[in-house]
């Protein structure tokens, strides 16, 4: 879906007009006209504003143009599983369960992968040693474990 679509969808669904939605982001009438036609799209702190109002992501009013995965855990993101800023921002960065009021639920990569080990099912019955090194290969790629490393 593109941005246009997205944002009439949003809007209709809450019950705004256009005029209504534009006094709540701060622009004219005419901007979100524009939107939703496709000949512009809202800045970045209008985009900002937009996904505080309708309560998802910056990557949902942008259609979905990339595929977010929780760069602690590797977990499929979604707007359901988004984390939040200490601000009630959202953070596309981390899951919910994860990252939450401005802290980490795994403050070591060690301790994520004895939760993954022991909660992770193993179909194949491969050895822990082979399951846990399987694990730290897949996390040591993500963004929060690199920066630590």
Not at 1 to 20: D, F, H
Not at 107 to 117: C, E, G, H, N, V
């Amino acid at each position: 879906m593109e941005t246009r679509q997205v944002i009439l969808q949003l809007r209709t669904a809450k019950g705004l007009s256009q005029e209504e939605l534009a006094a709540k982001v701060y622009v004219t009438r005419q901007a979100v006209s524009r939107w939703e036609t496709g000949e512009t799209v809202p800045n970045t702190e209008t985009l900002k504003l937009l996904s505080q109002l309708f309560d998802v992501s910056i990557n949902t009013l942008l259609g979905s143009p990339r595929t977010l995965v929780c760069q602690c855990c590797g977990m499929p993101l979604d707007d359901s599983t988004l984390s939040k800023g200490p601000d009630g921002a959202f953070n596309e960065d981390y899951c919910k369960w994860c990252y939450a009021d401005g802290q980490f639920a795994y403050p070591t990569k060690a301790s994520l992968l004895d939760y993954l080990m022991a909660h992770m099912p193993n179909p194949d019955n491969a050895p822990a040693a082979v399951c846990r090194a399987q694990f730290d290969t897949y996390l040591s790629q993500l963004k929060h474990w690199k920066e630590e490393e």
